[in-house]
């Protein structure tokens, strides 16, 4: 679904361990958008045999076993120096982009999905991070649907970070949950996007990654207690999946009265834009009675 657009901003994808198992790097070699693998020097050439040398930024350090944090920040001070305005940064665990089309996740061109998404964080001066959400999260509703995209929330994942704002990836654990509410707590805003989403591998389902190095043993209660002290009043530790989990207290919510998108476009002259989207049928048989029925429609122009 959908031609091929190129993004205007930098794609990182930083990976360890999973040279052979990087589904991120899988779909967007096969969708034909342009990225990096970030990864350490004892890695290179195994990266590099399957992705190819021109597609691999070798990192400074090796097994520092702070988590991803360090590669991070390498990436976004990388971005800053060749010029960027924002970055986008995506965890190596991700099968396909999805646009969400009358409450169905349809596959689509990730390039093109994260060329409407620039498009439209870059229509407001205060959104800091952006990004696209869950699949899973993303609920079928006959009637309204969920929303284009949540203002003021935590984004995971998939992230498009302004490059010009005073904060960077620190600690080791929950690094996505707490420079999120950095920027909130700094006045910014966070975008988190429904219209399209990600499908991405369940954590710990996956070898590499932080998969050995943080979440063996108590790692998440480690991670979730590791958080709370950071961010003490907003945060505690609960129970979710059956499992101990970091919760942030309604304080989302807190941030969205105060905070508003300040457009910086007039944002009445602002056209709808398909970016060449198409609602394409590539299997022979449609098992799916309502999926049947969209793509009857589509094709009839309903």
């Known amino acids: 679904m959908g031609e091929k657009n190129t993004p205007r901003y930098p794609i990182y994808v930083i990976s360890k361990g999973r040279y052979d198992v990087c589904l991120t790097a899988k779909f967007l070699l096969n969708d034909g958008v342009p990225f990096h693998l970030v ?3 004892q890695e290179f050439d195994s990266y590099a045999r399957i992705f190819g040398a021109e ?16 590669a991070r920040n390498w990436v976004w001070g990388h971005a800053k120096a060749l010029g960027a305005e924002r970055h986008w940064i995506l965890d190596d665990n991700i099968r396909s982009v999805s646009r969400v089309y009358r409450s169905k996740r349809i596959i ?6 994260f060329s409407a998404v620039e498009d439209f964080i870059d229509r407001y001066k205060n959104i800091a991070i952006g990004g696209l959400a869950y699949s899973m999260f993303i609920i079928p509703r006959k ?14 994942s998939c992230l498009l970070i302004m490059n010009s704002i005073p904060y ?15 920027v909130l707590a700094g006045g910014w805003c966070t975008v988190l996007v429904n219209a399209f989403c990600i499908h991405k591998a369940s954590t710990m389902t996956i070898r590499g990654g932080n998969t050995e190095e943080l979440y063996k043993g108590d790692g998440r209660l ?28 309604n304080q ?24 060449g989207m198409e609602l394409v049928q590539v299997v022979p048989e449609i098992k799916s009675g309502r999926l049947r029925k969209l793509v009857d429609e589509y094709s009839r122009g309903g």
């Open 168 to 182: 960077k990836w620190r600690g080791r654990y929950n690094e996505d949950t707490d420079l999120c509410l950095q």
């Open 222 to 249: 480690k991670m979730a207690r590791s958080l709370e002290r950071m961010w003490p009043g907003v945060v505690s530790v609960g129970r979710k999946f059956k499992r101990p989990q970091h919760i942030v207290h």
């Open 143 to 156: 009637k309204t649907g969920q929303p284009p995209f949540y203002k003021n929330t935590h984004v995971y």
């Open 55 to 70: 597609r691999i930024y070798t990192l400074p350090f090796s097994n520092l076993s702070l988590g991803s944090i360090p």
């Open 252 to 275: 989302w919510r807190k941030f969205d009265t105060p905070l508003k998108l300040k457009p910086e476009i007039d944002l009445s002259k602002a056209k709808p834009n398909e970016y």
């Open 108 to 113: 689509c061109n990730s390039g093109t999905a």
């Open 39 to 41: 990864v350490e020097p």
